[in-house]
């Protein structure tokens, strides 16, 4: 079975500035999905961004971009200029791709990341 | 974009109530659909996968006969938690996928805050 570990329970970033949140996983397969997903105050489920494990190249999206490292099995979450807005509860998600749409997603206990004025 | 519908947002009821909370795709088929617990603070828990004319599929733990999930047409599931005890009270939060395989985000609905007192 697949775990997903995010190891910092909290952190805390000064607006406009760069912080990045850790994420690693366990699996035994070659390819995968991974995902970030945001949770505001409101406890929406927000897709950040996602990463195909066959795709070297790292994903970005305007502000939030991804360091892949499929040998160390880490995908960790990068937030340069960080706002106010992002403020939330972020959680790293693996999706195995052998079952289509049924695949489900293991989530990491998430990180709490605050944003300092 | 893909929009997921769940409905309520938030239930207060007495204890021993049945209770159903409903989570349609808006537009587009979903086959597919989970159903999520989620305590203050902690990550998502996936309970079931949901499929169109098919039983349910539970995750190890998860009573089937106390969450009762039906997943008549290609755009509505419903959980039906079964005689409501304090100990239910949580906030349940239900996704459905795009045809078109794993990489497809999972579109979450706005979750359902259920109180039992």
């Known amino acids: 079975a697949q775990t997903v570990t995010q190891s910092q329970p909290e952190m805390s970033v000064q607006e406009a500035e760069t912080v990045t949140l850790s994420c690693t996983y366990d699996t035994s397969e070659s390819d995968y999905y991974l995902f970030w997903y945001k949770q505001p105050p409101s406890r929406q489920m927000i897709l950040v961004i996602r990463?195909?494990?066959?795709?070297?190249q790292n994903a970005t999206e305007n502000r939030f971009s991804v360091n892949f490292q499929k040998a160390a099995k880490s995908f960790s979450l990068k937030i340069s200029d960080s706002q106010l807005g992002d403020a939330a509860m972020y959680f790293c998600a693996y999706r195995s791709t052998t079952t289509g749409a049924n695949s489900k997603l293991t989530f990491g206990k998430g990180i709490t990341l605050s944003v300092r004025p | 974009g893909a929009v997921v519908s769940q409905h309520p947002s938030r239930v207060i009821c007495k204890s021993g109530t049945s209770v159903k909370i409903e989570c349609r795709s808006l537009d587009f088929q979903a086959t597919t659909m989970f159903w999520y617990r989620q305590f203050p603070k902690q990550s998502l828990m996936l309970m079931a996968t949901s499929n169109e004319g098919s039983k349910a599929t539970y995750e190890q733990g998860v009573e089937k006969d106390k969450f009762l999930i039906n997943h008549a047409s290609l755009t509505l599931s419903t959980l039906t938690v079964t005689s409501a005890h304090p100990e239910d009270s949580s906030f349940y939060i239900c996704?459905?996928?795009?045809?078109?395989?794993?990489?497809?985000?999972?579109?979450f609905g706005d979750g359902t805050r259920l109180s039992i007192l």
């Open positions: 990463q195909e494990a066959y795709k070297q």
């Open positions: 996704s459905a996928t795009i045809t078109g395989g794993a990489f497809q985000p999972q579109h």
